[in-house]
Structure formats: structure tokens, C-alpha cells
């Protein structure tokens, strides 16, 4: 099933360098030669193509890709004392990378949304399959893909009940407050408190912000609070599958409304959530043609790093170029 051959490959930091490493791939289960491609699923059944620019009113895309006022400046403060730990529990890349800005361009994903098939996954084209992997997941957003699973944490009373009194704390030293807890309340009160808090708190946000987008708007999610004090006591937490499920699922609910767009159905307005930028950059990425030409990494920088503060490229028709792309697909190799 998996064959071994030796690849030159570029380092998950850089864009140029590359070396020369054993690599391993999944063997094909169909020769395109010899043997006809198998029919799209079901779901993949649509004898038209949406409107692009009608379509994009019907959907609002939430996940935050524009890091919020003093964010870089509380990640480079808390990096001086923190970036081993960040390392240990593989959240640097993560960590930094949530300081880019990215130029979120939603007739992109759309237009690939088209292809998505809800059975495998995948997205399905006329010259073959492919996706999102795990490994994108990890070098395009710098997530972990070892650890406890995000689950975990919260079956630890102990962490629980640490969590809640950081809160309530939270809460009574700011009783003025009311409603939920927004971002910026949040980072005003506890930046620069010092100590192991204020790396808890810094913590909760990032994940909140930049990892586990809800549908509370820019509102602190208690439901992280003990991933992020197992990640401050140095408990690698494996974020890459819990972030790459919430892309799956919100894929699956564009492609939906997608299909009852096509079918003239009432449908309200669509709110997703998962980090889109994600899948935008994995196109960028796999389909150089699609998108703009990335900058220069600088040394160290994560590789999400080459496409910040890019402008998006007109995709209008993007639904039938991706049809054309298949012989000019990227690899990480």
C-alpha cells in the first residue's frame, strides 16, 4: 500500500531550501491508463454552476483571519519567556502564524466548495480527487498532530475546576462587564498581569481566536480553558485533527447549501466557522495559478507567513478552473 523512494523536499520553514529525504506515499488503487475513472458520489451531482457573486450574500464566513490590536506584541512578549514550552507542546508555528494576516477570499472557496463531496471528504474533479490532509494542516497552520486528543483535558476535574475559578475571577474583578466575554476585555485585563496566569489566559484566547472560532463572535469559549492550561503545563495537546474535523464539517455544510442554492430552496443565511483561511492557502498552494505569488520567508518564519497581507485574485469563474488545473497540481515536495 505505501511506497518508499527517496524525494527532494522543502522544509516546513522555508521556501526555498530543499533536501533530500525518504518519503513515503499511499500507492494508487486505480491506473487512470488502463482503467476509467469512477463516477462522482451522488452528492457531487449538480448539472449547474452556482453563481458565484449571489451565491457569496448567502454565506458568512466567521473564522477570524485578522489578528485583533496589540495581539503580535502580547505573542512576542510572552515568547521571550514561553517559546521552549511553545515548542515542547508544538504550538510555536501555530502561535506566530496567528499573527499574519490573511486576505480571506471567499469567491475561492466557493468555487472549490463546488467540488466537495460530503461522502469522502474529498474534492472531486474530472481529472481526480484529492483534499485537506493532516499534513497540511500541520505545515499550513503550524497545529500539532501528536498529543492527547483535545477531549481529554476536560475529563480532568481538577484542570476543570482550575479553569472555572480563573473565570469567575475574571468575572468579579470585572463586574462592570456584562454578557459574554469579548476578546478585547479579555487581553486588556490580563496582559502583562505576569506569571503563569496571564500564559493561561494568553492561551485561552489563542485558542478562542484563532483555533476553535464558535458561534460566539469574538467571545471568550469557556470549553478551552483546559486545553490551555494542559498546553501552558506542558501537555502536547494534537489540535491538527480537532481543526481539520471543523473544516470537514463546514465543507460539508457549503456544499449543502450549495446544492439548495442550485435547487431554488429557502434557505436562511449560512454562518461557518471552522478557519477557511486554511483551505484558501492549501489552494494557493496546490494551484499556483489561482493565487497571488507569495513573499520571501524570512528566516524562521512558519510557512504561513509567505501569504500574509496578499491581495486575493479575481475567481468569478473559479469553478471552471479548477476543472482545468489537474496536470499543474503542487505537491510539498
Known amino acids: 500500500m505505501i511506497e518508499e523512494r527517496d524525494q527532494l523536499m522543502v522544509s516546513q520553514n522555508s521556501n526555498q531550501t530543499q533536501t533530500l529525504r525518504k518519503a513515503h506515499f499511499l500507492k494508487p488503487t486505480l491506473d487512470p491508463i488502463n482503467q476509467t475513472l469512477p463516477k462522482p458520489p451522488s452528492s457531487l451531482s449538480l448539472s449547474s454552476k ?14 477570524t483571519t485578522i489578528p485583533q490590536k496589540n495581539w503580535d506584541t502580547w505573542v512576542q512578549n510572552l515568547q521571550q519567556t514561553h517559546e521552549n514550552t511553545w515548542k515542547k507542546v508544538g504550538i510555536f508555528d501555530a502561535i506566530r502564524a496567528s499573527t499574519c494576516c490573511i486576505v480571506r477570499d471567499n469567491e475561492l472557496i466557493l468555487g472549490l466548495a463546488y467540488n466537495w463531496c460530503t461522502e469522502t471528504n474529498t474534492f472531486v474533479f474530472q481529472w481526480g480527487e484529492c483534499s485537506i490532509t493532516l499534513e497540511d494542516v500541520m505545515i499550513l497552520g503550524g497545529f500539532s498532530v501528536l498529543g492527547e486528543c483535545v477531549k481529554t483535558p476536560s475529563q480532568n476535574k481538577e484542570i476543570v475546576k482550575f479553569g472555572e475559578k480563573m473565570f469567575n475571577d475574571f468575572l468579579e474583578n470585572r463586574s462592570n462587564l456584562k454578557g459574554p466575554v469579548g476578546h478585547y476585555d479579555w487581553m486588556n485585563y490580563f496582559m502583562e498581569i505576569g506569571g503563569e496566569l496571564e500564559h493561561m489566559a494568553f492561551l485561552v ?33 494534537a489540535l491538527a485533527p480537532a481543526v481539520l474535523a471543523s473544516i470537514y464539517r463546514d465543507l460539508s455544510l457549503l456544499k449543502d447549501k450549495i446544492v439548495g442554492f442550485l435547487n431554488e430552496w429557502v434557505a436562511t443565511k449560512l454562518v461557518l466557522w471552522a478557519p477557511f483561511q486554511f483551505v484558501q492557502l492549501w489552494v494557493w498552494e496546490r494551484f499556483p495559478t489561482l493565487g497571488p505569488l507569495p513573499i520571501s520567508l524570512l528566516d524562521g518564519e512558519p510557512r504561513l507567513a509567505r501569504w500574509r497581507d496578499l ?14 488545473l489537474g496536470e499543474s497540481v503542487d505537491s510539498w515536495f
Open 50 to 63: 452556482p453563481n458565484i457573486n449571489l451565491l457569496k450574500r448567502r454565506v458568512n464566513f466567521k473564522g
Open 205 to 237: 484566547l489563542w485558542l478562542s481566536r484563532y483555533v476553535f472560532s464558535t458561534d460566539h463572535y469574538c467571545r471568550i469559549s469557556q470549553c478551552v480553558f483546559p486545553i490551555a492550561i494542559c498546553l501552558a503545563r506542558g501537555t502536547r495537546i
Open 311 to 324: 491581495k486575493k485574485q479575481k475567481n468569478e469563474s473559479c469553478v471552471i478552473h479548477f476543472e482545468l
